[in-house]
Structures are given as structure tokens and as C-alpha cells.
């Protein structure tokens, strides 16, 4: 089965930096594309970035140079550096694969980003 393990999340100052980590097991993850999505308090779950195999990525016009998503082929983890981080950036930030072929897709457990002073 598909196991998602997020880490790196926190509190930090706004301006400030974090970096996310995604590791997953339990497929062979060269047909995922693999991203990040948020979910801020009393709001809908939103697509931040995402990145298929081949390293092509594809972003939020709202983290468009600020945040960059990065993954390791041969560790099975995509990375999420968020940089210049606004309030407006705190969220639980999940996980997300996506198998190509099907579409089916899996979440992580989430880790919460709060930016704040």
C-alpha cells in the first residue's frame, strides 16, 4: 500500500523559510506525478505545485517564486522549499501522488505551516 510521510513543517516568522519533505513507499513511483496542496482554516484544500518524474513542475500563481518543489527519483520524496512566507501561507500543507495512467490518486497526513510573528 501507498504510505505518505510528510515532515518540515513549523512555526516561522514571516519572511522566513521552511522546507517541506514527502517520502513515500509502496509503489514504484516513476508513473506519480507527485505535489502539495493546502488547506488553511475554514477554507477549501488548494493546489500549491506538483512534479512528475521527468521534473517538469507546474505551480499556484499564488507561490510563483517563492516556493520551489523538488524530488528525489531514487528516494521516492518530493521536497516543497517555501521561501518569503506570508501569513496568508499558513495552512496544513498535504501530500499528494498521483498515478498517471488512472488518475487515483494519495494524501498525506499532513504537516502544519504557521507564519507568524
Known amino acids: 500500500q501507498v504510505q505518505l510521510v510528510e515532515s518540515g513543517g513549523g512555526l516561522v516568522q514571516p519572511g522566513g523559510s521552511l522546507r517541506l519533505s514527502c517520502a513515500a513507499s509502496?509503489?514504484?513511483?516513476?508513473?506519480?506525478?507527485m505535489g502539495w496542496y493546502r488547506q488553511a482554516p475554514g477554507k477549501q484544500r488548494e493546489f500549491v505545485a506538483s512534479?512528475?518524474?521527468?521534473?517538469?513542475?507546474n505551480y499556484a500563481d499564488s507561490v510563483k517564486g517563492r516556493f520551489t518543489i523538488s524530488r528525489d527519483n531514487a528516494k521516492d520524496t518530493v521536497y516543497l522549499q517555501l521561501n518569503s512566507l506570508k501569513p496568508e501561507d499558513t495552512a496544513v500543507y498535504y501530500c499528494?501522488?498521483?498515478?498517471?495512467?488512472?488518475?487515483?490518486?494519495?494524501w498525506g497526513q499532513g504537516t502544519q505551516v504557521t507564519v507568524s510573528s
Open positions: 512534479i512528475t518524474s521527468g521534473g517538469s513542475t
Open positions: 509502496g509503489r514504484d513511483f516513476s508513473l506519480y506525478r
Open positions: 499528494n501522488v498521483v498515478y498517471v495512467l488512472t488518475k487515483r490518486d494519495y
